[in-house]
């Protein structure tokens, strides 16, 4: 079947940190990969995505590397501002369906 | 601005009543999907189009329903609340079988006393 696991938050971090949030799929398939961020009130926004093995997804100084062989998409940036608190999705596209991780709290401290 | 809208933004239901969550997108997109958000939780898939017509069953149904009239909406219905319906409702759009995102709407709130 098709799932995605993330690594359980909060994550907390000061202004300027390295980001890593973990995500791991299992598919049937040629699945897409993607990441979404949700600020507080508001609903999902894309933030990258990746269609295929090898495939870099990036946006605003975050980046996502589909990595086939250990079946993971992890999240990752440079560094964190205090406006990149939100809460992070990674999902998985394959057929009509996609399947949403659990979500990752980022809070970020000044 | 082009997008999914929803409404309402806030609701507050009776144990028992009923109420329809409406849905728009003005992208001519075909796959239309309706998610629940739990607090602290992750999305779960309740129903789902591929186009006018078409409807079908995601992971959490139960208690709910759904039409497909126009490409353009996909009102989700409740009949008879309960309160472990409570919870954010997300409706999202995507084009065709592209490797594509959705577009979420901004979402509905909605709380079963």
């Known amino acids: 079947g098709n799932s995605v696991t993330q690594m359980e938050g909060p994550v907390t971090l000061s202004e300027e940190a390295f980001l890593t949030i973990n995500c791991t799929y299992t598919?049937?398939?040629?699945?897409?990969l993607f990441w979404y961020v949700q600020y507080p009130g508001e609903g999902l926004q894309l933030l990258l995505k990746a269609t295929k093995a090898d495939d870099k997804g990036s946006n605003k100084g975050f980046e996502a590397t589909y990595r086939k062989e250990t079946t993971s998409f992890h999240l990752e940036k440079g560094s964190v501002q205090v406006s990149d608190s939100a809460v992070y999705f990674c999902a998985l596209g394959n057929f009509n369906k996609f399947y949403f991780g659990s979500g990752t709290k980022l809070n970020v401290k000044p | 601005n082009a997008g999914v809208t929803q409404t309402p933004k806030f609701r507050i239901l009776k144990i028992g009543q009923s109420m329809t969550l409406q849905c728009a997108q003005d992208?001519?997109?075909?796959?239309m999907y309706w998610y629940r958000q739990d607090p602290g939780m992750g999305l779960k898939l309740i129903y789902y189009s591929v186009g006018a017509g078409i409807t079908d069953k995601g992971e959490v149904p139960n208690g709910y329903n759904v039409s497909r009239s126009t490409t353009e909406d996909f009102p989700l219905r409740l009949e008879l609340a309960a309160p472990s319906q409570t919870s954010v409702y997300f409706c999202a759009s995507r084009a065709g079988t592209s490797p594509e995102g959705y577009t979420f709407g901004s979402g509905t709130r909605l709380t079963v006393v």
């Open positions: 992208m001519n997109h075909n796959y």
């Open positions: 598919a049937t398939g040629y699945p897409s």
